[in-house]
């Protein structure tokens, strides 16, 4: 019913809670940076100047230049980026296990056993330790039961009402404010340019496509994620789709590029991740024939967001930090590279 579960670090949502242009960067344990920023034309204003940002400019404007030996025909100029921790936050748990949880504790009334009863004991409990100590077994009941069992409009329609009003345990913020402005700018300037931009993420493909179409100006239909087994069916008349409790297909590592080949039907001339997951989909992008850039984003802010990397239990970044090192993959210091970080920062 699962496959591949070996390879899952999200819809699963949460199955990490239990454990290029070029450039090279190091870990950073404070921001050097203010967070002001100042309001012009140029694009990527909320980035500070130097390699990054000029590494970035240099291959968008090559690309899109019609006199120049790389431009890439529109048709072709395909963008894909991760979600979690690519282009909003992704601690201390991802947000969709959040939504999870606070889904169980509204349909607790209906189920008084819950109460004594794992793994729904420690969410009512918001005892993520107690959670994590249940396994992939007892995290994939929480999403199966929270996400399941409805009408895919239904379902939305739930997402949305969370999104609206759900605060962050620790920021103190909506989740839906915890988006990284650099990279909005840097999705609008790709738009500007012509570009073609999916998302590509472990996430539930209907959880993102519920609210952050808005939030990011991509359209629904570019928002490529996990799925959960959905099937077709006639109730009081009316049709419906209607959502079961298993997965269809998990889109991390191995999964990106064959989600991007299926769905997509073309090899990115760029990509952006941050974590090991969205290695295979960076080695993808750089084997097509056209000039091509990956950017790998490195959580180095430990005073405006979080500091981690090799050793973290979300968004491990490992391999794909050695990876990009090696072959000259844009990374992206978070703390050196950003003037800000939130939308918010920007009127404190």
Known sequence: MIKNIKYTTLIIVAFCLLSSCKQESSMESTSTNEPTVQHQNAPLPSWNEGETKQSIINYVESVTDESSADFIPESDRIATFDNDGTLWSEQPAYFQLFFAMDRIKQMASDHPEWENEEPFRSVLGNDLEGLSKQGLEGLLKVVMVSHSGMESTEFKTQVKEWSASAMHPTKKKLYKDLVYQPMLELLAYLNE?????????????????????????????????????????????KPGIYRLPELEFIDDKEGKPLNIEKIIGKKPVLAAGNSDGDLAMLQWTASNSLKNCQLYLHHTDSIREWAYDRESHIGKLDKGLDEATQKGWLVIDMAKDWKVVYPFELNP
């Open 193 to 237: 340019k012509g570009f073609k931009v999916y998302i590509v993420s472990g996430g539930g493909t209907d959880f993102m496509r519920a609210f952050v179409t808005e939030i990011y100006g991509i359209p629904a239909e570019h928002i490529i994620g996990s799925r959960i087994s959905t099937e077709f069916k006639m109730t009081d008349g």
